[in-house]
């Protein structure tokens, strides 16, 4: 179960990440985490990013439409009222009724090890199955399948990218 933290501060939330952004639950108290499906990337920010955990570069224009065509995409923020940081992405395509996949997720090396990646998968089943999607199928590159797996995802027969979740 995904925990969100109560915010007596939900609408100053709100004004900076955008409607229903929640805080994400770390140990380390001095950092507030912050999750939104409506604030805008910084292409360059995301770049850096995804290169940061081994992803070859993609042109922006491309990424710009992936964004653009993309029936969910979340960001995971370290909140700092003058210059939030983006450290963890997830973006989902699909037909917006009956089901969807799961292309990118990643967190900063800097924050890998402490949870919040399986956070950030959470958050992200939790808003498809807000907006009715049961089926969700999942890419991954073989080195983070494990990840997946000992989230309760089921693996294709060869193991190899390609894992399914099915909503209750």
């Known amino acids: 179960m995904i ?15 955008g409607k229903g952004a929640r805080e994400c639950f ?14 805008a990337f ?10 940061s ?15 653009d065509n993309s029936l969910l995409t979340i960001g995971l923020w370290r909140d700092d009222p003058r ?18 996949t799961v292309w990118d997720v990643a967190v900063s090396p ?21 907006e009715g999607i049961k089926r969700v199928t999942l890419f991954a590159d073989p080195g983070v399948v494990s990840f997946y797996e000992n989230q309760g995802w089921i693996l294709e027969p060869k193991g190899k990218k390609c894992a399914f979740w099915y909503s209750n």
């Open 3 to 17: 925990r969100f933290i109560p915010s007596t501060s939900s609408r100053i939330l709100e004004e900076a990440y």
């Open 26 to 39: 770390s140990e380390d108290r001095t950092l507030k985490l912050v999750f939104s499906k409506k604030k």
């Open 42 to 51: 910084d292409l360059v920010e995301l770049q850096q990013l995804l290169e």
């Open 53 to 67: 955990v081994g992803w070859s570069r993609r042109p922006i224009r491309k990424v710009r439409r992936a964004l």
């Open 83 to 100: 210059f939030p940081r983006l450290i963890g992405f997830g973006r989902c395509t699909g037909d917006g009724v009956l089901e969807a």
């Open 110 to 130: 800097l924050y890998q090890g402490s949870g919040l990646g399986r956070q950030l998968m959470l958050y992200i089943l939790a808003s498809l199955r807000e």
